[in-house]
């Protein structure tokens, strides 16, 4: 909130559908998390257990009464879907979700060999019962060398129209696959045909896990672009980059 006469960005309150901010969870200590989640509940909008991290949280049930306490939304990560998945343990993994209360899941096809085609038909199920967010791009940074980049766009049509809430950039907690090369450099071929492909904005969340990457999505979308893979300890940070509160994004109105 804005407590002076300073002319800055315009942040939606929440609940909101664009600006939203998603940190991940990568086995944090629960004093840390709650801490966080407390005291800057405003500002999140998600939090995603990373990977598979949820099956060996020894206090998952407390750190989802705390999100639930504060208005933040949680999903498990994509690679857990996967890991059920390549076990033909699906509505194993339907049951888990269910028994967390979830109300949102990632569906990804970044680490086994699953056509995009295949995983629109897992969101077209799974968005019967839940809100998905689908992820595009391979985990493998040696990947993208073999893609055409107008295949993203094709991918995340395909994942709108069977039904994903938002599309999920991959990037990694690293930043170093998906939209990134090995090197940590973003593709910027690739995020500005994403950009200029007419796809609504407000229906892609890009994992930017460090500030250089923040710092690029917010002057090339704007303060109210989506953000994901954001670390606990980045929640204020990412915000007063959002607001033009500090040098790399300072001319933003």
């Known amino acids: 909130?804005?407590?002076?006469?300073?002319m800055l960005p315009k942040r939606e309150e929440k609940p909101r559908s664009h600006g939203i901010t998603a940190l991940i969870d990568n086995g944090i200590p629960l004093s840390s998390f709650i801490d966080t989640i407390s005291s800057a509940s405003g500002l999140i909008d998600f939090v995603k257990f990373g990977w598979g991290t949820s099956l060996i949280t020894k206090q998952l049930e407390q750190k989802i009464e705390c999100l639930k306490a504060n208005d933040v939304h949680f999903f498990f990560g994509?690679?857990?879907?996967?890991?059920?998945?390549?076990?033909?343990?699906?509505?194993?993994?339907?049951?888990?979700?269910?028994?967390?209360?979830?109300?949102?899941?990632?569906?990804?096809?970044?680490?086994?060999?699953?056509?995009?085609?295949?995983?629109?038909?897992?969101?077209?199920?799974?968005?019967?019962?839940?809100?998905?967010?689908?992820?595009?791009?391979?985990?493998?940074?040696?990947?993208?060398?073999?893609?055409?980049?107008?295949?993203?766009?094709?991918?995340?049509?395909?994942?709108l129209e069977a039904g994903a809430k938002k599309v999920i950039t991959e990037a990694r907690e690293s930043g170093t696959s998906g939209v990134c090369s090995s090197n940590g450099e973003l593709r910027l071929d690739l995020i500005d045909c994403i950009l200029s492909s007419g796809i609504d904005l407000q229906s892609i969340i890009f994992e930017a896990p460090n500030k250089k990457m923040q710092t690029i999505f917010i002057k090339k979308v704007g303060s109210n672009v989506n953000l994901a893979n954001i670390a606990f300890a980045d929640t204020i940070s990412v915000e007063t980059l959002r607001l033009g509160l500090r040098s790399d994004t300072f001319d933003l109105l």
Do not use: P
């Open 1 to 6: 909130m804005n407590k002076t006469q300073l």
């Open 78 to 159: 994509g690679t857990l879907f996967e890991k059920f998945l390549s076990q033909g343990r699906i509505e194993e993994y339907y049951t888990y979700c269910r028994h967390y209360g979830c109300k949102y899941v990632e569906i990804s096809n970044g680490t086994m060999a699953l056509t995009n085609k295949d995983k629109a038909h897992f969101i077209n199920d799974f968005s019967k019962e839940f809100f998905v967010f689908s992820e595009v791009g391979n985990k493998d940074s040696n990947h993208h060398k073999n893609e055409d980049i107008s295949q993203w766009i094709e991918w995340i049509e395909e994942d």
